[in-house]
């Protein structure tokens, strides 16, 4: 409803900044963009994203491809 609030995570500068600019354009001031991955323990990890499609995931040490340091927050120390 109109006092509701929606967060969306997303890591990815370019990504942050379309869901940013899409919320403007569409006037949505309840959507809140969070530039970090959701994740088990905060800190940094390595964001692999694919080639195609919009399916990145955090990936361990010595994966391949178009990678990105990110930020990654607790969900539970982000609410509190």
């Known amino acids: 409803g109109p006092s509701g609030a929606v967060h969306a995570f997303e890591p990815l500068p ?9 919320a403007e354009l569409n006037g949505l001031t309840h959507l809140h963009v969070q530039q970090s991955a959701a ?6 990890a390595t964001l692999q994203e694919p080639h195609y499609g919009a399916l990145s995931r955090l990936v361990s040490e010595g994966a391949r ?13 982000w609410a509190a």
Request: net charge positive.
């Open 65 to 77: 491809g178009r990678l990105h340091r990110v930020p990654v927050l607790r969900l539970d120390d």
């Open 39 to 44: 994740g088990a323990v905060a800190g940094e």
């Open 14 to 22: 370019a990504h942050a900044g379309l869901v940013r600019r899409s």
